[in-house]
């Protein structure tokens, strides 16, 4: 595959896209010291969301592909992390009185962002600088998220 003509602004971007996932750790570990006490979780929790908000957003471009190469077969994996991403999201009051931790929730995140970039790899369809970029931001992502899991345990 050729460069993409947008290469220089996707890389930017997409490290700018790290940003919101260190409202995690710094509510996980700042709490009392570095945020109040009280935002701490909250700064957890959006972290979360803004997860699995990505989640469903990198699973787009894997939709895209499957319609612009017209296989519908690949439509059910590409939606796939979306649903995950928002399973990791259901409240607790859904779950007829069982409760799932916020560790549980980031792991799941975790395991499905390199699940989809191991998926996007085996495909062989990513060019060399975007997978790059994603092995970058992905591993970014996962040990962000596995930071704030550490500091919520």
Not at 46 to 53: D, P, Q, T
Not at 61 to 90: H, M, N, S, Y
Not at 129 to 153: A, D, F
């Amino acid at each position: 595959m050729t460069a993409a003509p947008n290469r220089g602004l996707a890389e930017p971007l997409g490290y700018a896209g790290l940003l919101p996932f260190l409202l995690g750790p710094l509510g996980a570990f700042g709490a009392g010291s570095v945020v109040h006490e009280a935002i701490a979780p909250g700064l957890v929790m959006w972290c979360l969301f803004y997860g699995a908000i990505i989640l469903s957003f990198m699973a787009g471009g894997r939709w895209g592909l499957a319609v612009e190469k017209g296989e519908g077969g690949r439509l059910i994996p590409a939606v796939t992390p979306a649903l995950i991403g928002w399973a990791a999201l259901v409240p607790d009051t859904l779950l007829f009185g069982g409760s799932i931790s916020i560790q549980a929730r980031l792991i799941v995140l975790i395991i499905a962002f390199a699940g989809l970039f191991a998926a996007e790899v085996r495909s062989g369809e990513l060019p060399s600088w975007y997978q790059t970029l994603r092995l970058r931001l992905t591993t970014g992502v996962s040990i962000l998220l596995g930071l704030t899991v550490l500091g919520v345990g």
